[in-house]
């Protein structure tokens, strides 16, 4: 009864491309990934879009002042403080829910090295991530200039500075993907990692804010949320400091996933 | 190998070997420590101290992992928001192990009915089929199943009993935990037992089937002082009246009492062995070994 029982199987080995690919269909089977980036997507081009109607509506009441501040390129970008609520929730949940779920062991008998497992899926959610993240930014921005080109408030996108601040958006959005899924993987839960992200995202500016101004403003630049959304740093600056975070969470992780039980 | 989990000690200095070509039984109580041996043959918790080899290598290093070893553990490993197939899938693409061999095993295990389901639906036994499905996946030498049995139904316990003889025969090397020695007793070969994270015995089904031995022979007949009197008076035996007429006799066999009884023309009106049945072997072994015995239950319910 040899052969006959379960037949013969050509395994060639672990892989990073096979763990990427395995990561890949992983991501693409759960129902959650895909509500996820619909709520990241409706709510960046919504929102924005609410916001860029409601201010050119308003727009002839404006003060100079008022109109000195109207940066359509800005507008355009609006709904990126709630979109990426949603993103990092996909984030967290690509790991944390190995934990719940118990995938965790059978990923982890597939590939008995671990670390692999960490790297893929930090790849395959951050290129998904980036990939939905730019092609939203750049609806938005068509969408939103198409609502201002009736008051003619509306610029190019190749206006100055317009196109790195678009595809920039994307890189964030991607970076907070990034420190997410390693959230989930340090802390293997996600009620836990996704109420880590909100209290930093979320909670810690506006106490930041209550602090006296000297202090407060130094330090709110360098919140995770204002790197990169916060204006006072430079674009790449901001970016990097993100992609700093980003490798002390993700280091973190890969420190807990390899020496700890799973 | 020995494990701790804080302070409270799982496996302790537990060392056994388990051979290809046969099906090992892996027995022991709840909480013996069977689940923690079986998670650090496939690397997921690293022993305190010692170490676990797998065809001569610790696991983690493996190049192919899915073909040196297939493990089914106890706990569920399955994202329920995914379908089965999906998830043999996602497994097998890590060892590069193509998308035909999914369908091989899901038709193996039977489950290509209900392969598009979410696994979450799935039942127990389903569960446990696709979690032999995955064990399956890379063609292993090394099988190892955590109470693969639980939750089938009989025809399922069926299926699973020869299967993993038949893994067996192709020279696998197959190493199957349950806590119900019957189970054992009827697929494997050898046995490791063991209690509270010490080995206990590490046999030959054969040789513990052998522990089960005579524990006396009821007796009963209406003329059972007299045959008490006479049978005491035989070399090593023991007399216990039970009641009135029934007697138990150990150090007899029932050829030995029967004889007794005819030439003392003693009526018997029955005349019967009391052999300890695996299950008592199994007990008596682990009696000392066992977290919760329910007479600590009684206790503490008596104590409350």
Not at chain 2, 118 to 147: K, N, T, W, Y
Not at chain 2, 169 to 180: A, C, I, P, Q, Y
């Amino acid at each position: 009864m040899s052969a006959a029982t379960i037949g013969h199987s050509p395994a060639l080995g672990v892989t990073l491309p096979r763990v990427i690919k395995s990561e890949w269909t992983k991501l693409r089977t759960v129902r959650s990934t895909y509500f996820t980036l619909l709520v990241a997507v409706a709510l960046f081009i919504g929102v924005s879009a609410l916001i860029t109607a409601v201010r050119a509506h308003r727009y002839h009441g404006f003060s100079a002042a008022q109109r000195a501040d109207f940066n359509p390129v800005q507008m355009a970008l609006a709904g990126i403080v709630v979109a990426q609520l949603a993103i990092g929730v996909l984030g967290v949940l690509a790991f944390s829910s190995e934990y719940s779920s118990g995938m965790i062991r059978s990923s982890l008998a597939a590939v008995p090295r671990r670390l692999p497992v960490l790297w893929s899926k930090l790849i395959v959610v951050g290129v998904t991530v980036f990939v939905v993240s730019l092609v939203t930014v750049l609806v938005s921005f068509f969408v939103t200039q198409a609502i201002l080109s009736p008051y003619h408030l509306n610029v190019a996108i190749t206006s100055a500075g317009t196109l790195n601040k678009l595809w920039t958006r994307a890189v964030y959005l991607t970076e907070v993907a990034l420190i997410c899924v390693a959230l989930g993987a340090l802390l293997r839960s996600t009620a836990g990692g996704i109420s880590t992200f909100v209290g930093v995202f979320f909670v810690l500016p506006p106490i930041t804010a209550l602090l006296p101004s000297d202090i407060g403003n130094s330090i709110m630049k360098y919140l995770p949320g204002s790197t990169v959304l916060g204006d006072n740093l430079s674009l790449w600056a901001g970016i990097a400091v993100m992609a700093g975070y980003a490798a002390i969470v993700v280091i973190a992780a890969a420190v807990r996933l390899q020496w700890t039980d799973a | 190998m020995t494990k701790h989990y804080g302070k409270k000690v799982a496996v302790d200095a537990l060392s056994f070997e388990v051979q290809p070509g046969i099906v090992t039984g892996f027995l022991g109580p709840n909480g013996a420590g069977k689940s923690t041996t079986m998670r650090t043959i496939a690397g997921l918790d690293e022993p305190t101290s010692g170490r676990v080899w797998v065809n001569g290598q610790e696991y983690h290093k493996s190049r192919v992992p899915m073909a040196e070893l297939g493990i089914l553990l106890e706990a569920k490993s399955v994202h329920g928001g995914r379908s089965a197939r999906n998830h043999l899938l996602a497994l097998a693409q890590t060892n590069g192990i193509d998308s035909k061999r999914v369908d091989q095993v899901i038709e193996f295990v039977g489950l290509r009915q209900v392969a598009r389901q979410h696994a979450g639906s799935f039942s127990m036994g389903m569960g446990q089929r696709l979690g032999i499905a995955a064990a399956l996946l890379g063609d292993p030498q090394v099988v190892v199943l955590d109470e693969p049995v639980n939750g089938l139904d009989p025809e399922g316990v069926l299926w699973v009993r020869n299967s993993l003889k038949a893994l067996a025969n192709e020279g696998r090397t197959v190493f199957v935990s349950s806590h119900l020695m019957t189970e054992m007793a009827l697929t494997a070969t050898h046995l490791i037992v063991i209690g509270r994270g010490h080995l206990i015995a590490d046999t030959t089904v054969e040789e513990f089937v052998s522990r089960a031995k005579t524990r006396g022979v009821t007796v009963r007949s209406p003329d059972a002082a007299m045959l008490a009197n006479l049978v005491k008076m035989t070399d090593g035996a023991g007399v216990i009246a039970d009641a009135d007429d029934i007697l138990h006799v150990e150090g007899l066999t029932s050829e030995q009492i029967g004889t007794i009884a005819w030439q003392n023309h003693i009526r018997i009106f029955e005349l019967t062995p009391q052999r300890s049945s695996l299950e008592d072997a199994f007990m008596q072994l682990t009696h000392d070994s066992v977290d919760f015995r329910s007479e600590q239950l009684e206790e503490l319910a008596v104590a409350s």
